[in-house]
């Protein structure tokens, strides 16, 4: 959530961990009625500190119960922690790493023969099927907070920019990270137009964030004053 705090120039494209860890405790709280869930983060990734940490903050302030575990990247401590939360009957686990740690979660269960349901942040779906694609069996069912829903159509925009990928003739397949990539490209451009000729870093800064209900791949976006993005928080499963 301090991404934009450190400078007048940095603004985001995406919800921040907060509201993103917020919607998933809830989630599965109100939604899927789990008592207990296991939560498991990358103690040195800032980004996935905040996550469990406000994860287990609302899970717990709604009458659930979260079984953190710090994770430092040991694959014995990991089967450890694992193995504990098997015992423990944990259907649910609260996973906010990146793509690799991720991939080392799932392969320790199999290997115990633990299969519990998979929770996740945006962006780890796409990249887990961009770099495991031969793995993405392990993950299946998985749960995650994205920027688009996997049941809802685009928009006339997104469309055209589906189209736009289709005839480039990629080599890589199409994910959320193309779609956002191609937002906020859009959305820049938006912003440049207004600055005439010779635009200059302070009128297109200015300009950005004036950006107010943007139709974007899916869904509206608008960028704040102090350069926070506003825009829907979906749940989808692989």
């Not at 109100?30 to 800032?46: F, K, P, T």
């Not at 907070?145 to 990629?170: C, H, M, V, W």
Request: glycine share 6%.
């Amino acid at each position: 959530p301090g991404v934009t705090q450190g400078s007048r120039y940095l603004s985001q494209l995406m919800f921040n961990d907060v509201a993103q860890a917020t919607v998933a405790a809830m989630y599965l709280r109100d939604e899927l009625l789990e008592q207990r869930v296991g939560v498991i983060y990358d103690a040195d990734d800032d980004h996935s500190v905040v996550l469990a940490e406000t994860f287990t903050r609302v899970f717990d302030s709604i009458g659930g119960t979260a079984i953190e575990s710090e994770y430092y990247g040991s694959s014995t401590l990991l089967s450890t922690k694992l193995k504990a939360l098997k015992s423990s009957a944990i259907s649910y686990i609260y996973l906010p790493v990146n793509d690799d740690y991720f991939m080392r979660t799932a392969v320790i269960c199999r290997e115990i023969d633990y299969n519990p349901t998979f929770v996740s942040s945006d962006g780890l779906q796409a990249n887990l099927l961009l770099n495991y694609p031969d793995k993405i069996d392990l993950v299946q069912g998985m749960i995650a907070t994205d920027p688009f829903s996997s049941d809802d159509p685009p928009s006339t925009y997104g469309k055209l920019i589906a189209e736009q990928f289709d005839r480039s003739n990629f080599d890589i397949q199409g994910t959320v990270l193309s779609a956002l990539g191609a937002e906020g490209t859009s959305i820049l451009m938006a912003a440049t137009e207004h600055c005439g000729n010779r635009p200059s870093p302070d009128c297109i800064n200015t300009n950005l964030r004036r950006i107010e209900d943007f139709i974007g791949f899916q869904d509206r976006i608008t960028i704040t004053k102090d350069g926070s993005a506003e825009r829907p928080i979906y749940i989808n499963r692989i």
